[in-house]
């Protein structure tokens, strides 16, 4: 046999190597939209913070990141008062496209009573948990690399 057709012989002896590109390639999400929880008062999307910032500053009581009574306060409050500045009239938004996961909302609101001077302070246990999907893209002057699924010999027990 001359070289050439050992060669030729081998080659077609062996099988190809399983490919190591993925079954299923999922596409990535489309990218979130973003909001305000609120349009502007009279229509259209708000795109300057300050609109909210006044908002905000119109409201008497449930400021971030301390309350009136002065305990930690981690949400902000919009009502009658904010009604002004932004258009309150569809309800609250969400900040991003999301699913809600979780929410609770208080069917009455619990209280504590100071000793020192009888007073009554309000407060809530409601939230909204929200699960948002978002890709990022990949830091600039790097290479997306694929994941290769890596074949290893059996282990002899």
């Known amino acids: 046999m001359s070289p050439a057709t050992t060669s030729m012989s081998s080659q077609t002896k062996h099988k190809a190597h399983p490919s190591t590109a993925p079954a299923h390639v999922v596409a990535p999400p489309p990218a979130l939209k973003w909001c305000y929880p609120f349009p502007r008062k009279g229509g259209g999307e708000v795109t300057d913070p300050q609109v909210f910032y006044h908002a905000l500053g119109q409201m008497t009581d449930g400021f971030f ?30 900040h991003a496209d999301g699913e809600i996961v979780a929410y609770r909302i208080d ?51």
């Open 65 to 94: 990141p301390l309350g009136v009574n002065g305990f930690p306060h981690g949400g902000v409050h919009f009502g009658a008062m904010s009604a002004a500045c932004v258009d309150q009239s569809g309800g609250v938004r969400l």
């Open 107 to 157: 069917g009455r609101y619990p209280h504590l009573k100071f000793r020192q001077d009888s007073r009554w302070a309000l407060y809530s246990t409601g939230f909204v948990l929200v699960r948002h999907r978002m890709t990022l893209p990949p830091p600039p002057g790097h290479t997306a690399y694929r994941a290769i699924r890596l074949r290893s010999p059996p282990t002899r027990r």
